[in-house]
């Protein structure tokens, strides 16, 4: 089988990923970009209807604490708009009662991107090479060798359908899932695969749930869209609609643990009477609903993904390493990421770590003049 020779390969497509590979190309470097799935973006997933974008993955941003994300929205040209917090909110007791509640911002506040997150993905790509983008890529196998490595794409008990020669290669994948699904050559140390399976994987085990309508009948009657349910299925629930025009949508994250959320279409009936319950039966009559289940995604969770995850862990550098193998990987992906691991400002910050520590660019500057 014929070995493409590249000088750095990026493994991963999500935010990280793609923001390392527009960093190199602005830098007029050789790469390419290999990604498993058949579309970019990773966990940032936005469906259309009538020009809006529902985020299934991430929906917000907190301009106060993420200035990274502040600055390249504003490079790029894209537009954003506050969530929408006015007006009381709803709570559900475990028999099912619904309360209303005083609302509440969150704090610091929060913005969505009109266009949906993918609008971040969408204008970043506009930036990079088209042919450096190679869809329905999965890495199986990483092989080092005296200068680089061998990435091998595939699967590991079949043949793999294509091999790359590089100097470097970033992995922009959650360690979680980089340590189940790569086979590594040398081994990695039984400490950093430890500490790389245990890394929980940010939204791995959770499925979101968007429901859109026509007008937003919650607000006209005094409610936020904001509920809390200690009943289920949603257990977390907020306006998720366009800016000051429809389609106006209603939120939520799934409370019911992955291993029992085998009948989508069931958990769908069971949302929207929820929904009547909480805002009142127009709502089990949506436009459109869009459900993802981010625990059945092989390129996203492993089966150490399945058990809720109830905080936010603490994200660091897996065994306090951003590379190995003498510098040819580097570890990116929002997990690595000390500060904002798990958010959309985390990818940023590991993305420039690992292409700084690559090409040793000044930590102060870089194509988006982001530090």
Not at 81 to 90: A, I, K, S, V
Not at 232 to 246: A, Y
């Amino acid at each position: 089988m014929h070995t493409e020779k590249i000088d750095t390969i990026i493994i991963g497509g999500g935010l990280s990923g793609i923001y390392a590979a527009c960093l190199l190309a602005k830098k007029n470097k050789s790469f390419i970009l290999l990604e498993a799935r058949e579309r970019v973006g990773g966990r940032i997933l936005s469906t259309e209807h009538q020009g809006f974008f529902s985020d299934l993955g991430p929906s917000w941003y907190w301009p106060s604490i993420n200035p990274k994300i502040v600055h390249l929205i504003q490079v790029l040209g894209l537009k954003s708009y506050r969530q929408f917090e006015e007006g009381m909110g709803r709570f559900q007791t475990p028999d099912g009662t619904v309360r209303t509640v005083r609302g509440y911002d969150m704090s610091p506040p929060c913005r969505r991107i009109s266009g949906g997150m993918m609008a971040l993905i969408t204008k970043l790509c506009e930036n990079i090479p088209e042919n450096a983008i190679q869809l329905n890529h999965p890495v199986c196998e990483i092989k080092k060798h005296s200068s680089g490595a061998v990435v091998s794409v595939g699967e590991l008990e079949k043949e793999s359908k294509a091999r790359f020669n590089a100097k470097n290669i970033i992995l922009a994948l959650p360690p979680r899932l980089a340590a189940a699904t790569i086979l590594f050559t040398p081994d990695l140390s039984h400490d950093l695969t430890q500490a790389m399976l245990k890394m929980g994987t940010w939204m791995a085990g959770q499925a979101k749930f968007c429901a859109l309508y026509e007008e937003p009948y919650w607000r006209q009657t005094g409610l936020s869209g904001q509920a809390f349910s200690q009943t289920g299925p949603l257990g977390e629930i907020h306006d998720g609609s366009n800016d000051n025009q429809g389609p106006y949508g209603l939120t939520g994250f799934i409370s019911i643990p992955a291993a029992q959320r085998n009948h989508p279409q069931s958990l769908t009936s069971a949302i929207l009477s929820q929904l009547a319950a909480i805002y009142g039966k127009p709502a089990d009559q949506p436009m459109a609903v869009y459900y993802q289940d981010w625990a059945r995604e092989r390129f996203t969770a492993t089966q150490f993904d399945q058990p809720p995850m109830h905080e936010h862990p603490l994200y660091h550098p897996p065994a306090g390493k951003t590379s190995i193998w003498d510098g040819i990987i580097q570890f990116a992906g929002t997990e690595t990421d000390t500060r904002y691991g798990g958010y959309l400002e985390g990818a940023l910050a590991a993305a420039e770590r690992a292409v700084t520590k690559l090409q040793q660019f000044s930590s102060a500057t870089n194509c988006f003049g982001l530090t």
